[in-house]
């Protein structure tokens, strides 16, 4: 079981407002299961503390790997059997957080192979590059963020690519949206934003950081907030 001081903690919730999925309950299907009748899509890393659930960094990776290829139109089915493929075959417990090109490379051999099982010719095209849909969504995924390159395993992503100061990283902030080299949570400087009247001269001057990056904070955050 991994430390929530250096893999992030997440609720559902918290998960679904930073990747802007607008439902709480498909992240809680995927990575809990569906009211003990279906088990989990995804191997999260956490036990359930104190009757809670909760997420790391790692499962936040994957369900954002799950949402992509969801929106492109791969059956849900066909994805938990991937996943469970996945990580038997690769041995790794999060092998959609993984960015190795043998490991990408597998990934696109099991998603051809599952397919084929399941007579799935949605997954089948897109696997066989028909019209390069999987290596965009790869491609697409990897873009905003960075892996460690001895484990392979993502380390940090921009969540919202326009806002390229702000970066989710496990060992800040619980692994919530931080900007800037000093890492402060966009949603404190947020509060204290609202809590100024708009005036972010002086919460710049209180955090002793540059104006620009708490205007992206609170940018950020509208944008959140938007998608919710």
Do not use: C
């Amino acid at each position: 079981m991994k430390d929530a001081l250096s893999g992030g903690f997440y609720t559902a919730r918290e998960a679904a407002r930073i990747l802007r999925i607008p439902s709480v309950r498909r992240v809680q299907g995927w990575v809990f299961g569906y009211a003990n009748t279906v088990g989990p899509v995804l191997a999260r890393d956490y036990e359930p503390l104190a009757g809670k659930q909760a997420l790391s960094f790692w499962d936040l990776i994957e369900v954002r790997f799950l949402e992509y290829f969801r929106a492109a139109g791969i059956p849900l089915q066909t994805l938990r059997k991937i996943a469970a493929r996945a990580r038997a075959d690769l041995g790794e417990r999060h092998p959609f957080a993984i960015d190795n090109v043998r490991f990408v490379s597998d990934r696109k051999s099991i998603f051809q192979h599952v397919a084929k099982d399941e007579g799935d010719a949605t997954t089948l095209n897109m696997a066989n590059s028909q019209y390069e849909m999987y290596e965009a969504i790869e491609q697409s995924l990897a873009k905003n963020v960075v892996f460690d390159p001895i484990s392979g395993l993502a380390s940090r992503f921009r969540p919202v690519p326009e806002y390229a100061d702000v970066y989710v990283h496990p060992r800040f902030a619980f692994g919530h949206p931080v900007i800037g080299v000093k890492g402060i949570p966009t949603t404190t400087l947020m509060r204290m934003w609202k809590a100024e009247g708009g005036n972010s001269t002086r919460v710049a001057r209180a955090f002793d950081t540059d104006v620009e990056l708490v205007d992206e904070a609170v940018a950020f955050e509208h944008a959140l907030a938007r998608a919710a």
